[in-house]
């Protein structure tokens, strides 16, 4: 049976699988038709057990060109299946343009949000909503309230930051006093994969829910990626680890694919496997547009490691640390960690 866990803060109410689906890949990068896409969200739902939820992960931007097709991709899934509106939980993040202080960030955020919930076409409820980057010119004290403002008018129901620091997410939790923490979901979403690591166990102390994005590195910890030109599809192969460190990271990848042997799963369960045992409120977010996929990245949750497992992983990472800019090299600001 699939694995799950209950999310906390003002979602502490709500049980999830503790594997989530991303949707990106979808629409991002070429659309794949609604009936491959229908399949692979119905069916991960579908191999929930009784109560429990999926909780997807979707964007203002993640259609072509930065549009909103992933989420009109959405809509139509749920006018197809109306009855499965209620078995996710939806997380929706937007308004990457916001930047330039306060009043910009509090109208493109609205925007966003207004956006997002008109794509969908009341279809689906946002459950979460998340800025996709905090603007370094606003406070995250003004960010929370801009999102607290929206909250209050319905828009959605939780707030969630995304590619925030420590520190941002200490002040955001703190700020505007017992009120504020408690509509506050605190939902961290950060970039942490075996293949991207960074120590980020300081959240534990402070989120109530810790979702991991790019649990299998963009696709290189599959072990199905053997040449930088397998990403092609992706645009992937343009990211500094792939174009410039690709021999020297391989190495890394190499020891983790022979370990998952060792274990009797594919190497995508057994990142997935490493990332979700960070925490029990830590929720591995890999992509996926197949049903086969979908399935096998939930039971990646299945995979039972040990001491002695997370200590030889340990070990890899230290002999083989990862080399490399997470996305484009340090001269491309890709406003990270605000």
Known sequence: MVKTTELGGTASNIVVAKVAHGLMTMTMYGNVSDEQAFESIKGGIDA????????????????????????????RFFEKYPDYAGKTFLSVKGGLGGF???????????????????????????????????DPAVSVEDIVR????????GKFEHIGLSECSA?????????????TRKVLAAAAELDVAVAAYSYVLIFFSLADLIRLLSPLGHGMTTGTIQTPKDLAASGFQE??????NWAYNKCLVDALVAMAKRKGCTPAQFSIAWVGALGDKVIPLPGSS???????????SDVELSEVDL??????MATNPVRGHRYYGADVDMKLWG
Not at 146 to 153: D, K, N, P, S, Y
Not at 311 to 316: D, L, Q, R, V, Y
């Open 311 to 316: 200590s030889e992983i340990a070990g890899i």
């Open 146 to 153: 801009a999102l607290v403002e929206l909250l209050h008018e």
């Open 167 to 179: 520190q941002s997410l200490r002040r955001g939790h703190a700020s505007h006093g017992e009120e």
């Open 100 to 134: 330039g202080g306060p009043d910009r960030f509090r109208d493109a955020v609205r925007n966003a949000v207004d956006k997002c919930n008109a794509a969908l076409r009341g279809t689906k409820a946002i459950d979460l909503f998340q800025p996709a980057r905090l």
């Open 290 to 300: 197949r049903k086969e996929r979908t399935l096998e990245n939930l039971h990646g």
């Open 48 to 75: 929930l057990p009784p109560g429990a939820k999926m909780m997807l992960n979707s964007s203002e931007f993640y259609g072509e060109n930065w549009s909103l097709g992933n989420l009109e991709l959405l809509a």
């Open 239 to 244: 990211l500094d680890r792939f174009k410039e």
